[in-house]
C-alpha cells in the first residue's frame, strides 16, 4: 500500500517535470524569437549577424520563408539564387535549422510581421545614433565612476579605457573599447552590455546588472569614442599628450598585448547561441 502510494507521487512528479519542461506548452512566438532568432536579428532595429526582418513577410514568398526557416543551409546549397545571395551578403553565417511544424513558423512569420509586438524591451533598444547629448555625457560619467552604476557594479574605467576616456587612468585589464561600437554593431552592444557575457566581467557584475537606461547611456557614450578614434582626433588634444605620456610609460605595450586579445574574444557570444 505505503509502496503503491510513493509509486503514485513518483509518477505526478515526472509528470509535473514534464509539463514544466514546455512539451505541452503551446508555441509562444515572442518567447521563442527573443531565445532563438534574437540573436542574430532585430525586427526593425537595422541589421544584425543577419538581416532586419522589418518587411521580410512582404519581401520574400511565405513558401520560401516556411523552407528557409527551418533549413536555410539545405536551401542555399541547392542553389536557390536568393539564398545563396543573402548568403554572400551576410558573409557567410550560417543560420541554424530550426525544429518547427508548419503552425509554428506561421505565428512567428505573424509576429514578424506585426512589428515584433511585445518583443521591443527585448531586443529593438534604441540605436545610439539617436543618443541625445545628455545621454551621451551621462555615459561618459557612468564609464568613468563621476557618476555611480545604480546596482552598485564598478565604473568601466577600472578595468577599460575607450577614446579619450583613460589613456592615463584606465585600467588595462579589460581590453580598449575604442572600437567595441563597430565591433559589436549597436543591437550586439546592447545585448552584451545586458547580459554582461564575459567571463571576467560577469563574476565583477553577478547580481549587479546595469540598468537598461545605464546600458543605452554607456552605448551612446562608446558610439562617441568610436567616431572619434583613439587619438580623439581634434576635440582631445590635451588628451593626445596625456596619452603621449601614457607610451612613454609604457603603457602602450600594455595596450597592444589586449588588443590583441580582444581581436580573439571579439563577438563570444553572438551568433552561435542556442
Ligand atoms: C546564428 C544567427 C542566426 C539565427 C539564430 C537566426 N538567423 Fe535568420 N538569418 C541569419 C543569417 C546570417 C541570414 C542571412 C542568410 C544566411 O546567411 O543564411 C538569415 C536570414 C533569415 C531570413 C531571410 C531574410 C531575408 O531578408 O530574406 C529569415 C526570414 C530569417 N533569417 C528568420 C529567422 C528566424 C525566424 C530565426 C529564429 C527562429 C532566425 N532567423 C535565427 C542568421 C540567423
Ligand atoms: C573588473 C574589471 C572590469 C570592469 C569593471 C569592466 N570590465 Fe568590461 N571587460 C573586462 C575584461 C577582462 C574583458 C575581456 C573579456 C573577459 O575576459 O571577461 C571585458 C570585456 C568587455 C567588452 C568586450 C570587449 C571586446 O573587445 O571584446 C566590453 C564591450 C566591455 N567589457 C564593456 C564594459 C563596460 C561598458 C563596463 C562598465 C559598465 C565594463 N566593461 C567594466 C573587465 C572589466
Partial sequence: MAVGQDMKNRLSLVLALMLLCGGVQAFDPVEYFDKKCSSCHTIGGG???????????ERRDQKWMMRFIRESQTVINAGDPIAVELFNKYR????????????????????IKSGGQGLEKAIASKSALEATG??????????????????GGPACIQCHSAGSAGPLGGGTLGPDLTQSYSNYNDQ?????????????????????ALTEAEVYQLKSFL??????GPAGKGAQKKFVFLGLIGLFLGFGAIDLSWRNRRR????PTIGESE
Fill in 264 to 267: 580573439k574574444s571579439s563577438r
Fill in 223 to 228: 558610439l562617441k569614442m568610436d567616431r572619434e
Fill in 134 to 151: 545628455d545621454e551621451i555625457h551621462r555615459g561618459g560619467q557612468l564609464f568613468s565612476g563621476e557618476v555611480a552604476l545604480a546596482a
Fill in 47 to 57: 541589421d544584425d549577424v543577419g538581416p532586419d526582418l522589418k518587411g521580410v513577410t
Fill in 188 to 208: 550586439g552592444l546592447s545585448k552584451v552590455l545586458t547580459k554582461i557575457a564575459f567571463p571576467v566581467m560577469d563574476q565583477v557584475y553577478a547580481g549587479k
Fill in 92 to 111: 557567410k553565417k550560417k543560420m541554424p535549422d530550426q525544429d518547427l511544424s508548419d503552425e509554428d513558423v506561421l505565428a512567428l512569420l505573424d509576429f
